[in-house]
C-alpha cells in the first residue's frame, strides 16, 4: 500500500530542545515536501526536495532545516524550537516522472506544541 | 509563482450539486490546475487536476475556463462525507518551477442533511 509515513503523530517540547520529525515514503517518489497549518493561515510550504541531495527553500524556511540523504526519506528538523513553531505539520511526495499526472500524496501530519 | 483565490467558505445540501470555483487569473501555460480536499484530522488528499479540458473522475469533474483564468470543482451529490476543506493549486510542470506550492486557505464546504 502507497504510504507516507510521519513520526510521531504529536509532540509535545520545550524551547530550544532540538527535535526530528521524521517522513518516508514507500512510492519511490523523487519529490518530496514539507508544509505547516496554522489556524486562518493554511497550508505554507516549508522546504521541498527534488530529489536525493537536493533541498530548497519555501515560503516559511526560517527555523528549520532539512536534509535528504536517501530517497525515501525527508526529515525535518528544529535546531532550536521556539513557540511561534507550534503547528500541525505535513508532509507530501510526488513523482517527477510524468510530471503531467503526479498528485501529491500527504501524511497523516505531525501536531507539535513548544512550550 | 501563481496565485489562487476561493472563497472562505460555503454551503450546500445533502444530495444536491455543489460548484466550488477558483480563481487564477495569471496562471501560466505549463501551470495544471489541482483539486484536494482536507477532511477533518487527516492530511489533504487529492481530488482531480487539469490542464485545458474538463476532467471526471469517480470524485469530481473539473470545469476549466476557456481562457484557464478560473476553474470550477464540481461536486455532482454531495454527502456528508464530501464536508472538507478543498484547495485548488496551481502545479507548473517546467522543471526549474515545480517544487514550489502555494496552498492558500482554501474553501470551507459545509453539507446540511
Known amino acids: 500500500e502507497a504510504q507516507v509515513t510521519q513520526n510521531p503523530r504529536y509532540l509535545i517540547t520545550v524551547t530550544g530542545k532540538k527535535l526530528t520529525v521524521t517522513c518516508s515514503q514507500n512510492?519511490?517518489?523523487?519529490?518530496m515536501s514539507w508544509y505547516r497549518q496554522d489556524p486562518g493561515l493554511g497550508l505554507r510550504q516549508i522546504y521541498y526536495s527534488m530529489n536525493v541531495e537536493v533541498t530548497d527553500k519555501g515560503d516559511v524556511p526560517e527555523g528549520y532545516k532539512v536534509s535528504r540523504k536517501e530517497k525515501r526519506n525527508f526529515p525535518l528538523i528544529l535546531e532550536s524550537p521556539s513557540p511561534n513553531q507550534t503547528s500541525l505539520y505535513f508532509c507530501?511526495?510526488?513523482?517527477?516522472?510524468?510530471?503531467?499526472?503526479?498528485?501529491?500524496?500527504f501524511g497523516n501530519g505531525t501536531r507539535l506544541t513548544v512550550t | 509563482d501563481a496565485k489562487t483565490t476561493q472563497p472562505n467558505s460555503m454551503e450546500s445540501n445533502e444530495e444536491e450539486p455543489v460548484h466550488l470555483p477558483c480563481n487564477h487569473s495569471t496562471i501560466s501555460g505549463t501551470d495544471y490546475i489541482h483539486w484536494y480536499r482536507q477532511l477533518p484530522s487527516q492530511g489533504p488528499e487529492y481530488v482531480i487536476h487539469?490542464?485545458?479540458s474538463n476532467v471526471n473522475n469517480r470524485m469530481a469533474s473539473l470545469a476549466i475556463a476557456e481562457d484557464r483564468k478560473s476553474s470550477t470543482l464540481i461536486l455532482h451529490r454531495a454527502t456528508l462525507r464530501d464536508a472538507a476543506v478543498y484547495y485548488c493549486i496551481l502545479r507548473d510542470i517546467r522543471g526549474t518551477s515545480y517544487g514550489k506550492l502555494t496552498f492558500g486557505q482554501g474553501t470551507i464546504l459545509t453539507v446540511h442533511p
Open positions: 512510492m519511490n517518489h523523487e519529490y
Open positions: 507530501a511526495t510526488s513523482s517527477t516522472r510524468g510530471l503531467k499526472n503526479s498528485p501529491l500524496h
Open positions: 487539469g490542464l485545458t
